[in-house]
């Protein structure tokens, strides 16, 4: 067994053992849900020609059908529905999928991989949702090419950057990305001279190689702990917020979380210089993964390590790592301006992260009292980031050898939610590693269910584009809400499939579930008594 940790007492040690067939029938049961998540994923197809964002530089812009649907009132409206009704059965499709191979056998891992390739499919051309993030990737890749350094000037300073489609709010903004991306951006707009549509499409192609990653590590990396792939790979690739967001939206945060993955999986299996490599690829994406390297020094180290050498290897690890990345900072002039990225994070807050929500509750009640709100919700939101990195450094510190994946996961986890700014496809960063050390079918897969549920409704209402000047008898964004909420309520309470996942629970099965997780337990202790072996690193 590899670092990461037994698994005993997760929901893959009940029925879905890698050994169990699945019959036809049940193949045939899985095909319905991903036709029907096909068809969900064609509307958002069609509902993105009217919402989705298209850049002022666009010859699609001077279509006719295009013009009509974002111009006309009807065009709008429907465009709107077509989008939220079809994220929403997407939505379905996938709790669906889960629900017909409960069984999780040795065909299963064949039926989710079709699932995300037949889902992937219509996203992969829709036009922009969710976020526009793209386009300033092309602004990016612009500076780069010109001469002039991301890390120093915002794209404001191209010429016609506005008819590229990147948001004025990041006009000014330096670049969060590593120096990976910035090559990979500049090789972009020199393929295809800043043209936004065939520059989008590329950009996806290349988000997608941070999917395929993931549908061929994630399984892998989910076995070495004795969890079942397929299952692992339903929970975190084919959910729909992994495709809005790495696909529809091509955020280039699949690449990194997918070469992540790949990483961690090479340092699992003791090949562990290739690990840091692969996961330096990652942070030259995007800073974020560097919370990796410490839990791969923990792997390098072994068992039974003396803390000299734990630091050793951690000095190790991040002298190849960083090392690399300052090497790779030399081509464009790059240096090592990606360290900002870390040192200094966005200010503000997103008001449905734990910490900006709490934040608000504080300012609010401390208000009342006639004391200095705003002060006491900073120092909240501050202590919660500090409470994340104390938490990592227990987690690196402190923990069961073979649960190292699981320590970095729930450090990765702490760092995210923690923080006073969440974007919707966060969450997606560290669920890979939450999935392949495993997840109950108890309030942790539910917990999974109402965020993704969540974040896919925020979404559909959040990031619409529609000029002012339509006229519309509701607004595109409360007609959206209203939609999701409507269908949300569907797979609530209307749905006889649906609704057993959240409501139909009965006290008698939890009382039985949380019974036979802790006999599960007892017998993990007592294997581990047994066969200390197990403890050991990379068994294959």
């Given at each position: 067994?590899?670092?990461?940790g037994a698994?005993?007492?997760?929901?893959?040690?009940?029925?879905?053992?890698?050994?169990?067939?699945v019959?036809?029938?049940?193949?045939r049961?899985a095909?319905?849900?991903i036709?029907e998540?096909f068809l969900?994923?064609?509307?958002?197809?069609?509902?993105?020609?009217g919402?989705?964002?298209?850049?002022?530089?666009?010859p699609?812009i001077r279509?006719p059908?295009v013009?009509a649907?974002?111009?006309e009132?009807w065009?709008?409206?429907?465009s709107?529905?077509?989008?939220?009704?079809?994220?929403?059965v997407l939505?379905?499709?996938?709790?669906?999928?889960?629900?017909?191979?409960?069984a999780?056998g040795i065909?299963s891992?064949r039926?989710v991989?079709i699932a995300i390739?037949?889902?992937s499919?219509p996203?992969?051309?829709?036009?922009?949702?969710?976020?526009?993030d793209?386009y300033?990737y092309?602004g990016?890749?612009r500076?780069?090419?010109?001469?002039?350094?991301?890390?120093?000037?915002?794209i404001?300073?191209?010429n016609?950057?506005?008819a590229?489609?990147?948001?004025?709010?990041?006009a000014?903004n330096?670049?969060?990305?590593?120096p990976y991306f910035l090559?990979?951006a500049r090789a972009?707009v020199?393929?295809?001279g800043?043209?936004?549509?065939?520059?989008?499409?590329l950009?996806?192609?290349v988000?997608g190689?941070?999917v395929?990653?993931?549908?061929i590590y994630?399984p892998?990396l989910?076995?070495l702990?004795g969890?079942?792939?397929a299952?692992?790979?339903w929970?975190?690739?084919a959910n729909p917020?992994?495709l809005?967001?790495?696909i529809a939206?091509?955020h280039?945060?699949?690449?990194?979380?997918g070469?992540?993955?790949a990483g961690v999986?090479f340092?699992?299996?003791?090949?562990?210089?290739?690990?840091?490599?692969?996961?330096?690829?990652s942070?030259?994406?995007k800073?974020?993964t560097?919370l990796?390297?410490?839990?791969?020094g923990v792997?390098?180290?072994?068992?039974?390590a003396?803390?000299?050498?734990?630091?050793l290897?951690w000095?190790?690890?991040?002298?190849i790592?960083?090392g690399?990345l300052?090497v790779s900072g030399?081509?464009y002039n790059l240096g090592?301006?990606?360290?900002?990225?870390i040192m200094?994070?966005?200010p503000?807050y997103t008001?449905?992260?734990?910490s900006g929500?709490?934040?608000q509750q504080?300012e609010?009640?401390?208000?009342v009292?006639?004391?200095p709100g705003?002060t006491?919700?900073?120092?909240?939101r501050?202590g919660m980031?500090?409470a994340?990195?104390?938490?990592?450094?227990?987690?690196?510190?402190?923990?069961d050898?073979?649960?190292?994946?699981?320590r970095m996961?729930?450090?990765f986890?702490?760092?995210?939610m923690?923080a006073?700014?969440?974007?919707?496809?966060?969450i997606?960063?560290f669920?890979?590693?939450?999935?392949?050390?495993?997840i109950r079918?108890?309030?942790?897969?539910r917990?999974l269910?109402?965020g993704?549920t969540?974040f896919?409704?925020f979404?559909a209402?959040?990031q619409?584009?529609?000029?002012?000047?339509?006229e519309?008898?509701?607004d595109?964004?409360?007609?959206?809400f209203v939609?999701a909420?409507g269908?949300?309520f569907?797979?609530l309470f209307l749905?006889?499939?649906?609704r057993?996942l959240?409501?139909?629970?009965k006290?008698l099965?939890l009382?039985?579930?949380?019974l036979?997780?802790?006999?599960a337990?007892r017998?993990?202790?007592?294997?581990?008594?047994?066969?200390?072996d197990?403890q050991?690193?990379?068994?294959r």
């Amino acid at each position: 067994m590899t670092a990461g940790g037994a698994h005993l007492g997760t929901s893959e040690s009940q029925p879905g053992s890698p050994a169990t067939a699945v019959t036809e029938p049940a193949k045939r049961r899985a095909y319905v849900a991903i036709i029907e998540g096909f068809l969900g994923a064609l509307m958002m197809f069609v509902g993105s020609i009217g919402t989705g964002w298209i850049a002022n530089g666009s010859p699609m812009i001077r279509q006719p059908v295009v013009i009509a649907l974002r111009t006309e009132g009807w065009g709008v409206t429907v465009s709107t529905i077509l989008l939220t009704v079809g994220a929403m059965v997407l939505m379905r499709s996938w709790l669906r999928l889960g629900q017909r191979l409960s069984a999780w056998g040795i065909s299963s891992l064949r039926s989710v991989v079709i699932a995300i390739s037949a889902w992937s499919l219509p996203l992969l051309f829709c036009v922009p949702v969710f976020s526009r993030d793209v386009y300033a990737y092309t602004g990016q890749g612009r500076l780069v090419m010109e001469g002039q350094n991301p890390y120093e000037v915002g794209i404001s300073t191209l010429n016609n950057w506005f008819a590229l489609g990147a948001d004025p709010a990041w006009a000014e903004n330096r670049t969060p990305y590593g120096p990976y991306f910035l090559w990979l951006a500049r090789a972009v707009v020199g393929l295809t001279g800043a043209q936004p549509d065939v520059s989008v499409l590329l950009f996806r192609l290349v988000a997608g190689a941070g999917v395929l990653l993931c549908v061929i590590y994630v399984p892998k990396l989910a076995e070495l702990h004795g969890i079942n792939g397929a299952r692992a790979l339903w929970i975190s690739v084919a959910n729909p917020l992994f495709l809005i967001s790495f696909i529809a939206s091509a955020h280039n945060d699949a690449l990194m979380v997918g070469l992540a993955v790949a990483g961690v999986y090479f340092a699992a299996t003791r090949r562990y210089v290739l690990g840091i490599l692969l996961v330096t690829a990652s942070i030259g994406i995007k800073p974020i993964t560097v919370l990796l390297l410490p839990f791969i020094g923990v792997m390098w180290a072994g068992p039974a390590a003396s803390w000299l050498r734990k630091f050793l290897i951690w000095g190790a690890t991040a002298g190849i790592s960083f090392g690399v990345l300052a090497v790779s900072g030399i081509p464009y002039n790059l240096g090592l301006g990606w360290t900002w990225a870390i040192m200094d994070p966005t200010p503000g807050y997103t008001g449905y992260s734990p910490s900006g929500f709490l934040g608000q509750q504080v300012e609010f009640l401390a208000n009342v009292l006639g004391l200095p709100g705003g002060t006491f919700a900073t120092l909240l939101r501050t202590g919660m980031k500090y409470a994340a990195i104390a938490l990592v450094l227990l987690l690196m510190f402190r923990g069961d050898y073979s649960r190292a994946v699981r320590r970095m996961a729930l450090a990765f986890t702490a760092v995210v939610m923690l923080a006073p700014i969440i974007q919707p496809w966060y969450i997606l960063w560290f669920l890979p590693f939450l999935a392949v050390t495993g997840i109950r079918d108890d309030w942790q897969i539910r917990s999974l269910y109402v965020g993704v549920t969540f974040f896919v409704v925020f979404g559909a209402q959040d990031q619409l584009s529609v000029w002012s000047f339509v006229e519309l008898p509701i607004d595109a964004s409360s007609l959206a809400f209203v939609t999701a909420l409507g269908f949300t309520f569907y797979l609530l309470f209307l749905d006889v499939h649906t609704r057993k996942l959240l409501i139909e629970a009965k006290p008698l099965d939890l009382a039985r579930r949380g019974l036979n997780w802790i006999t599960a337990r007892r017998e993990l202790r007592r294997l581990r008594a047994e066969q200390p072996d197990r403890q050991q690193l990379g068994s294959r």
